[in-house]
């Protein structure tokens, strides 16, 4: 089979979605959010002839754990939750190869929340898509760690008893060099932060909100629907003041404990000028600022979407890959003979070799 | 003709070379065949060093050898308390040696806990080298004496040796400089230089390996030194020893030796497996006793090709590590039981993929969490039989310490040949006890064949080798082979998911004709005596050396008993089953309640009889060679 993507000195083609997917039929239910992501995921990898001979796709299991079937690249469907572990080990074992780790709520941040957690910390390179929809889909409507609190699911008839986990917070908390929020549906955002995760050297980590239209349908209608977007969601935009609502006309303010409150922006009586409002900023080097962001929930504050958080790192497998340059200086390998004859030895009888 | 040394093992006879040239003044030298000697004393008082030095130069000095570490869970229990007792048992012998020994000729205890608790070991009339200074008010009342058994005459029948090593390395070190805390830890090389004087040990390998050790800190080199020396002399020149004993170097194999622990082995093998085949071993472990010295001693040896990661948990151990061999390396993890059970749904994914993996079981008495540092043979059916779903894995035992090398390099030979997750399993004996091993050569070890596949015509990512029934290995990054896995059931050709009937049955059938065509690769059977007889004893793993030693008695009597013991597990040998048939009776002893005896009764509807022991101890030679007396008549006449 020709692969297009790994053509080098030809003239260039024009790649589409087409040449990033298998010939696997898709079969999520109609009308869910996964096939938005899969369509930008495609499209994003065409716009930037990414390699599929060079691109793996690790996922764990759910609705969104399918994902890798759907990619014409090299491919994990693992076991549930442990995505993460896979990546790492293939990251760390082959550190050239471009990986992506596709979850969800219930695989990423319930059973597989260890792995997440520490493949985070470690600042490995992977790509990690988080498809949030608030509810256990391929197990049919059970309540999930991002599920809201008091939600009657089949699991749950007298309401679910827990707080949510908020992903973003949970990935600063790990320490994430780099973290994003987008709505499935907002298909030109979501591109541009498919491409930010490209670009990231180390963990990058998007939560995509996303609809499951049989189980949690509407989970995220009162801040996609067109009326009331710009007043509920406020997107970030590095060096950009946070403005949001109709026309930018709001902005945000933060005091001295990171509360924040909406003022009406401008030059009129009690109105605060646009200078005043705080730009935002994605390297800011503490996570603080960026926690303080993943905090804003409706309907108190506008929901943040956009990039929290962009900093350099040295990566896990940098690191690894350095301290092997001290010790094989030229990447040969010892003779294996050297470690058999480490340490104290003895030569008995007469063929013995002399030490 | 010369008298009895209470250092030589009773009954041993005359020395076969009778008595050596006198040396310096009070010591007279006698020739022994083997001693078993053990060091014990509280956790803190260094006793497993102490072992561990005594083998060291033991080994460099000819003598083949076998030992055994015995610690405690914790890693400081109260001083002086009956669980904070160490211990380490070692035989040497100028002939070879299948054990560390039943029982011990002389005991080295350091505390009253550490007679207490060691003291039901040591033969009658065996030596008893006590630290009478430690035999204080508090101490016996800790170790649950009542009265001092140095004074009550309760040990009337050892000979005792009453040593105040306390005091003595504290006068031995009075001027270094050190505090008396500092000098209290120094009172393990006292005991060792006494031991050294005792059995006739060359003190130079010794005073220079103590350099290397404390290398960073000369002034408590140079104490360890004194204390040493100071031993040494005191048993040269106390009135209470009459005598030392030598063991001549054994005649074993002509070649190049090193006295190596299981875990070592372990860990050597898997780097020889990677320079066999040319792959990178990737290690991915999680921190568990007693497998993880595996993980510490690769961690040294990113040179030679080994990368590893110290990973979140046990489940990410393995899945970091199927995740390496993914990506077209050797992917390995090291666990121990519970460990192992936490891996039980990656083996499966592993068993789905069809990629090569290596997964190590360093056993431990079970369940739970059980008894963390003895050993056991307790998980063999978890490892046959403990994942969902129809779900054949290869597994293999190793049965000493050095063989664990072979075994090592065995797993990885198999797992990369038919694509497939292997079990080795090891123990907490064999991980920490330790023997001398014939270094190989290069030329000694065939090569691993290492195929991946590049050529994109006409792939399909379940075609198998006729032969071997092995997938192709494709790395990620070779142009044109894109493809997708997953542990959904897949066509049995293209690799697609598949929910069809009988493509699921055909799925897994083919995994388990795999797996049972690793069969055809086996040497011959590890049989020791005729393919017929009275009684075999049919055993796994490192009850080898207990086995083949008692059987070599019985023999020795005229008893008609052979010796077959199993490398393999899954599959099994080819010619067991008839082996089996061809015997009146068949006794399997295993280190667990009766695992493998239910296996072979299973599968070749032998009358198989169990002999079981979970004490967290192995077997000894003597306990074995009891039952196989029960089961065989005496000598015959013809």
Same mark, same amino acid.
């Not at chain 1, 696997?24 to 096939?35: E, F, I």
């Not at chain 2, 050294?196 to 060359?202: A, D």
């Given at each position: 089979?020709?692969?297009?993507?790994?053509?080098?000195?030809?003239?260039?083609?024009?790649?589409?979605?087409?040449?990033?997917?298998?010939?696997?039929?898709?079969?999520?239910?109609?009308?869910?959010?996964?096939?938005?992501?899969?369509?930008?995921?495609?499209?994003?990898?065409?716009?930037?002839?990414?390699?599929?001979?060079?691109?793996?796709?690790?996922?764990?299991?759910?609705?969104?754990?399918?994902?890798?079937?759907?990619?014409?690249?090299?491919?994990?469907?693992?076991?549930?939750?442990?995505?993460?572990?896979?990546?790492?080990?293939?990251?760390?074992?082959?550190?050239? !190869?471009?990986?992506?780790?596709?979850?969800?709520? &219930?695989? #990423?941040? =319930?059973? @597989?929340?260890?792995?997440?957690? +520490?493949?985070?910390?470690?600042?490995?390179?992977?790509?990690?898509?988080?498809?949030?929809?608030?509810?256990?889909?391929?197990?049919?409507?059970?309540?999930?760690?991002?599920?809201?609190?008091?939600?009657?699911?089949?699991?749950?008839?007298?309401?679910?008893?827990?707080?949510?986990?908020?992903?973003?917070?949970?990935?600063?908390?790990?320490?994430?060099?780099?973290?994003?929020?987008?709505?499935?549906?907002?298909?030109?955002?979501?591109?541009?932060?498919?491409?930010?995760?490209?670009?990231?050297?180390?963990?990058?980590?998007?939560?995509?909100?996303?609809?499951?239209?049989?189980?949690?349908?509407?989970?995220?209608?009162?801040?996609?629907?067109?009326?009331?977007?710009?007043?509920?969601?406020?997107? !970030?935009?590095?060096?950009?003041?946070?403005?949001? &609502?109709? #026309?930018? =006309?709001? @902005?945000?303010?933060?005091?001295? +404990?990171?509360?924040?409150?909406?003022?009406?922006?401008?030059?009129?009586?009690?109105?605060?000028?646009?200078?005043?409002?705080?730009?935002?900023?994605?390297?800011?080097?503490?996570?603080?600022?960026?926690?303080?962001?993943?905090?804003?929930?409706?309907?108190?504050?506008?929901?943040?979407?956009?990039?929290?958080?962009?900093?350099?790192?040295?990566?896990?497998?940098?690191?690894?890959?350095?301290?092997?340059?001290?010790?094989?200086?030229?990447?040969?390998?010892?003779?294996?003979?050297?470690?058999?004859?480490?340490?104290?030895?003895?030569?008995?009888?007469?063929?013995?070799?002399?030490? | 003709?010369?008298?009895?040394?209470?250092?030589?093992?009773?009954?041993?006879?005359?020395?076969?070379?009778?008595?050596?040239?006198?040396?310096?003044?009070?010591?007279?030298?006698?020739?022994?065949?083997?001693?078993?000697?053990?060091?014990?004393?509280?956790?803190?008082?260094?006793?497993?060093?102490?072992?561990?030095?005594?083998?060291?130069?033991?080994?460099?000095?000819?003598?083949?050898?076998?030992?055994?570490?015995?610690?405690?869970?914790?890693?400081?229990?109260?001083?002086?308390?009956?669980?904070?007792?160490?211990?380490?048992?070692?035989?040497?012998?100028?002939?070879?040696?299948?054990?560390?020994?039943?029982?011990?000729?002389?005991?080295?205890?350091?505390?009253?806990?550490?007679?207490?608790?060691?003291?039901?070991?040591?033969?009658?009339?065996?030596?008893?080298?006590?630290?009478?200074?430690?035999?204080?008010?508090?101490?016996?009342?800790?170790?649950?004496?009542?009265?001092?058994?140095?004074?009550?005459?309760?040990?009337?029948?050892?000979?005792?040796?009453?040593?105040?090593?306390?005091?003595?390395?504290?006068?031995?070190?009075?001027?270094?400089?050190?505090?008396?805390?500092?000098?209290?830890?120094?009172?393990?090389?006292?005991?060792?230089?006494?031991?050294?004087?005792?059995?006739?040990?060359?003190?130079?390998?010794?005073?220079?390996?103590?350099?290397?050790?404390?290398?960073?800190?000369?002034?408590?080199?140079?104490?360890?030194?004194?204390?040493?020396?100071?031993?040494?002399?005191?048993?040269?020149?106390?009135?209470?020893?009459?005598?030392?004993?030598?063991?001549?170097?054994?005649?074993?194999?002509?070649?190049?030796?090193?006295?190596?622990?299981?875990?070592?082995?372990?860990?050597?093998?898997?780097?020889?497996?990677?320079?066999?085949?040319?792959?990178?071993?990737?290690?991915?472990?999680?921190?568990?006793?007693?497998?993880?010295?595996?993980?510490?001693?690769?961690?040294?040896?990113?040179?030679?090709?080994?990368?590893?990661?110290?990973?979140?948990?046990?489940?990410?151990?393995?899945?970091?590590?199927?995740?390496?061999?993914?990506?077209?390396?050797?992917?390995?993890?090291?666990?121990?039981?519970?460990?192992?059970?936490?891996?039980?749904?990656?083996?499966?994914?592993?068993?789905?993929?069809?990629?090569?993996?290596?997964?190590?079981?360093?056993?431990?008495?079970?369940?739970?969490?059980?008894?963390?540092?003895?050993?056991?043979?307790?998980?063999?059916?978890?490892?046959?039989?403990?994942?969902?779903?129809?779900?054949?894995?290869?597994?293999?035992?190793?049965?000493?310490?050095?063989?664990?090398?072979?075994?090592?390099?065995?797993?990885?030979?198999?797992?990369?040949?038919?694509?497939?997750?292997?079990?080795?399993?090891?123990?907490?004996?064999?991980?920490?006890?330790?023997?001398?091993?014939?270094?190989?050569?290069?030329?000694?070890?065939?090569?691993?064949?290492?195929?991946?596949?590049?050529?994109?015509?006409?792939?399909?990512?379940?075609?198998?080798?006729?032969?071997?029934?092995?997938?192709?290995?494709?790395?990620?990054?070779?142009?044109?082979?894109?493809?997708?896995?997953?542990?959904?059931?897949?066509?049995?050709?293209?690799?697609?998911?598949?929910?069809?009937?009988?493509?699921?049955?055909?799925?897994?059938?083919?995994?388990?004709?795999?797996?049972?065509?690793?069969?055809?690769?086996?040497?011959?059977?590890?049989?020791?005596?005729?393919?017929?007889?009275?009684?075999?004893?049919?055993?796994?793993?490192?009850?080898?050396?207990?086995?083949?030693?008692?059987?070599?008695?019985?023999?020795?009597?005229?008893?008609?008993?052979?010796?077959?013991?199993?490398?393999?597990?899954?599959?099994?040998?080819?010619?067991?089953?008839?082996?089996?048939?061809?015997?009146?009776?068949?006794?399997?002893?295993?280190?667990?309640?009766?695992?493998?005896?239910?296996?072979?009764?299973?599968?070749?509807?032998?009358?198989?009889?169990?002999?079981?022991?979970?004490?967290?101890?192995?077997?000894?030679?003597?306990?074995?060679?009891?039952?196989?007396?029960?089961?065989?008549?005496?000598?015959?006449?013809?």
């Amino acid at each position: 089979m020709s692969n297009p993507t790994s053509m080098e000195g030809a003239a260039p083609i024009k790649l589409t979605r087409k040449d990033y997917a298998s010939d696997q039929d898709v079969r999520w239910c109609p009308g869910c959010g996964d096939y938005a992501i899969l369509a930008q995921v495609q499209k994003v990898f065409a716009d930037l002839r990414l390699d599929r001979d060079k691109t793996v796709f690790v996922s764990g299991i759910g609705c969104s754990s399918r994902f890798p079937y759907y990619m014409n690249t090299y491919g994990v469907h693992s076991i549930h939750g442990r995505a993460p572990a896979i990546a790492s080990g293939l990251k760390v074992a082959r550190p050239e !190869l471009a990986i992506w780790v596709v979850t969800g709520d &219930g695989d #990423g941040l =319930s059973i @597989g929340g260890n792995h997440l957690i +520490h493949a985070i910390r470690r600042n490995i390179d992977l790509k990690i898509l988080l498809f949030n929809n608030r509810i256990y889909g391929l197990t049919k409507g059970q309540y999930s760690p991002t599920s809201e609190f008091g939600k009657r699911t089949v699991s749950t008839p007298h309401g679910v008893p827990d707080r949510p986990f908020n992903p973003v917070a949970v990935a600063l908390g790990a320490g994430a060099t780099f973290v994003a929020r987008a709505f499935d549906t907002d298909t030109d955002h979501l591109q541009a932060m498919l491409r930010r995760a490209h670009a990231h050297k180390g963990t990058a980590f998007i939560e995509i909100y996303q609809n499951c239209n049989v189980f949690n349908d509407g989970a995220f209608e009162h801040l996609a629907e067109k009326k009331v977007h710009d007043e509920r969601v406020i997107a !970030l935009e590095h060096g950009k003041p946070l403005l949001f &609502g109709p #026309g930018k =006309s709001k @902005g945000l303010r933060f005091d001295a +404990h990171g509360r924040a409150t909406a003022v009406e922006v401008g030059e009129g009586p009690g109105q605060v000028p646009v200078g005043a409002i705080a730009c935002h900023d994605e390297s800011v080097d503490s996570s603080g600022y960026a926690f303080v962001l993943s905090q804003l929930d409706y309907p108190t504050n506008p929901v943040p979407i956009g990039i929290f958080r962009a900093v350099e790192r040295p990566t896990y497998e940098q690191t690894v890959e350095e301290q092997a340059r001290k010790v094989a200086p030229t990447g040969a390998r010892k003779d294996i003979e050297t470690l058999w004859h480490q340490g104290d030895t003895w030569v008995a009888g007469s063929g013995g070799d002399a030490e | 003709m010369t008298t009895q040394s209470p250092l030589s093992p009773p009954g041993a006879g005359a020395p076969a070379g009778g008595p050596l040239p006198t040396q310096p003044k009070n010591r007279s030298v006698a020739e022994r065949e083997s001693v078993v000697i053990r060091f014990c004393g509280d956790s803190g008082d260094g006793m497993q060093l102490t072992g561990t030095e005594f083998t060291r130069v033991t080994a460099l000095a000819g003598n083949d050898l076998s030992t055994l570490p015995d610690f405690p869970a914790e890693i400081r229990a109260p001083a002086g308390s009956i669980a904070g007792v160490s211990g380490y048992q070692l035989q040497f012998s100028s002939r070879e040696v299948f054990t560390p020994g039943d029982q011990p000729h002389t005991l080295v205890a350091m505390n009253p806990a550490a007679l207490k608790a060691n003291l039901a070991d040591l033969v009658p009339g065996g030596a008893l080298v006590v630290n009478t200074g430690a035999f204080t008010k508090p101490n016996l009342q800790k170790a649950g004496y009542e009265s001092n058994p140095l004074e009550d005459g309760s040990l009337e029948r050892y000979h005792v040796h009453q040593v105040d090593v306390t005091k003595l390395t504290a006068l031995a070190l009075k001027d270094t400089g050190l505090s008396s805390k500092e000098i209290g830890r120094c009172k393990n090389f006292f005991a060792l230089g006494l031991a050294f004087w005792m059995y006739n040990r060359p003190t130079e390998p010794e005073i220079e390996s103590i350099k290397q050790k404390f290398g960073k800190k000369p002034e408590l080199a140079d104490a360890n030194i004194k204390a040493f020396l100071a031993g040494y002399n005191y048993g040269e020149t106390a009135e209470i020893f009459t005598e030392s004993v030598e063991v001549k170097p054994a005649p074993i194999a002509a070649g190049t030796y090193r006295n190596i622990m299981g875990n070592s082995a372990t860990a050597i093998g898997l780097v020889t497996a990677g320079h066999l085949s040319g792959l990178d071993i990737f290690f991915a472990g999680y921190p568990i006793t007693p497998a993880s010295s595996i993980l510490h001693e690769l961690s040294n040896y990113r040179a030679y090709g080994v990368t590893t990661f110290q990973c979140e948990d046990e489940i990410a151990a393995i899945g970091a590590a199927l995740g390496g061999s993914f990506g077209g390396q050797l992917g390995v993890t090291a666990s121990s039981g519970p460990g192992i059970a936490l891996k039980g749904e990656f083996m499966g994914l592993a068993v789905s993929l069809e990629l090569p993996l290596v997964i190590i079981n360093v056993q431990r008495g079970g369940p739970s969490t059980g008894l963390p540092t003895k050993t056991e043979q307790a998980d063999l059916l978890q490892a046959l039989y403990g994942r969902n779903g129809e779900c054949p894995i290869p597994v293999l035992a190793a049965m000493t310490p050095a063989d664990c090398f072979d075994a090592t390099i065995e797993a990885c030979r198999v797992a990369v040949k038919h694509m497939t997750p292997v079990v080795l399993l090891t123990d907490g004996y064999l991980a920490n006890g330790s023997e001398p091993w014939l270094v190989p050569k290069k030329g000694d070890l065939a090569p691993i064949e290492v195929k991946f596949r590049t050529d994109p015509a006409g792939y399909e990512v379940y075609e198998r080798d006729p032969e071997t029934l092995a997938r192709a290995w494709v790395r990620p990054g070779t142009p044109g082979l894109t493809h997708r896995v997953g542990g959904l059931e897949k066509d049995a050709l293209t690799g697609n998911v598949s929910y069809d009937p009988v493509n699921h049955e055909v799925m897994c059938q083919t995994r388990a004709d795999k797996v049972a065509r690793v069969a055809r690769g086996f040497g011959t059977l590890h049989l020791t005596g005729p393919d017929h007889g009275e009684l075999l004893v049919c055993g796994w793993g490192s009850t080898y050396g207990a086995i083949a030693q008692s059987v070599e008695l019985a023999r020795a009597e005229g008893r008609r008993v052979s010796h077959v013991h199993l490398r393999w597990l899954n599959p099994l040998h080819g010619e067991l089953g008839a082996l089996l048939k061809r015997f009146d009776k068949v006794l399997v002893p295993e280190m667990n309640l009766g695992q493998l005896v239910k296996v072979l009764r299973a599968e070749f509807l032998v009358d198989a009889q169990s002999f079981t022991k979970v004490q967290g101890k192995p077997f000894t030679v003597s306990e074995l060679k009891a039952r196989i007396d029960q089961l065989t008549s005496p000598k015959e006449r013809s």
